[in-house]
């Protein structure tokens, strides 16, 4: 078995080549205003998944899911394995993910499944409502990959191939499971993904970037406290809490008060790159691996 830090490493060094290729600033904006237009049109992912440990739940969930044996009705999600993969792999704590399960069960994601019977232990299955946002969030993915490497037509394959959602998924979040984390290359995006709706404020900044020659370039945006508080369904001291933080980074510089005037820095245009490159790195090699004919 591959060591998990050797393929971190190949992916990284992918997706500095990635870098390099012509398509790549159309593939990063395509995507960045797919995933700010998935999240502003659905507030119960604001709510679910908007949130770095929020988002490693519902995935495992996913994952436990999509590896269990169909012959055995009885195997699959259910709140024990999850609470037991979220501790193994250091996702979240016993109690959090409970809530988060109840959570997911209210906004309709998962159900019983009546495969299981009356057991007093009740295995979960995703509802249709849950695999439609999945493959939202799929195909924006596939998207950016089909620009990035065209030719692929990966959009394509999951419009014929009923099982490719599921084998695209099981081949992405299996390197998750091998402890293969893209988040170990970029410790610095923390201050973003760990926060509610840092990852889509991340997104908008660099979204309202001027460009020079495709390519993002530092510049003063605004994105006023109020009306970003509740276009991310935070508190506006949430808010003025995450822009103090990316500026001890050195991603902006608050030159303004209430969201106005952020002067956006290199590094944070070089983040948004780099953690790009390396998701599209590991999503065109699940990509790839779900193509497979074994895949099914």
């Known amino acids: 078995m591959t060591d998990p830090n050797t393929e971190l490493n190949s992916f990284l060094e992918t997706a500095e080549r990635l870098r390099s290729r012509p398509e790549f600033q159309d593939a990063l904006r395509k995507y960045a205003v797919g ?39 009885f195997d699959g999600l259910t709140l024990s394995r999850l609470r037991e993969v979220c501790s193994a792999h250091g996702v979240a704590s016993p109690g959090r993910v409970m809530a988060f399960l109840a959570l997911m069960r209210m906004a309709g994601f998962v159900e019983p499944s009546a495969a299981a019977g009356d057991r007093r232990t009740k295995v979960l299955v995703p509802t249709a409502r849950m695999m439609d946002h999945v493959r939202l969030f799929t195909v924006i993915h596939l998207k950016a990959i089909d620009t ?123 983040l948004v790159e780099r953690w790009f490159a390396a998701n599209m790195a590991l999503m065109a090699q699940s990509a790839a691996e779900a193509a497979l004919p074994t895949a099914a």
Request: proline share 7%; charged share 20%; aromatic share 8%.
């Open 35 to 73: 995933m700010v237009r998935l999240y502003r049109a659905s507030p119960i992912l604001n709510k679910l998944v908007n949130e770095q440990g929020r988002f490693l739940i519902s995935s495992l969930a996913l994952q436990l899911h999509l590896h269990r044996d169909p012959a055995d009705p």
């Open 148 to 270: 990035l490497f065209p030719g692929t037509d990966t959009v394509s394959h999951l419009d014929r191939d009923p099982g490719f959602l599921d084998a695209f998924h099981r081949a992405a979040g299996g390197y998750f499971l091998r402890g293969v984390r893209l988040p170990d290359g970029f410790p610095e995006i923390a201050v973003f993904t760990e926060a509610d709706a840092g990852y889509m404020v991340l997104l908008t900044l660099f979204l309202q970037l001027p460009t020079q020659d495709r390519r993002a370039v530092p510049s003063m945006v605004d994105l006023p406290l109020a009306a970003a508080a509740k276009r991310f369904g935070v508190s506006r001291s949430h808010m003025a809490n995450l822009f103090r933080a990316a500026q001890a980074k050195g991603f902006l510089d608050a030159q303004g008060s209430g969201g106005r005037g952020l002067h956006i820095q290199p590094a944070l245009i070089s």
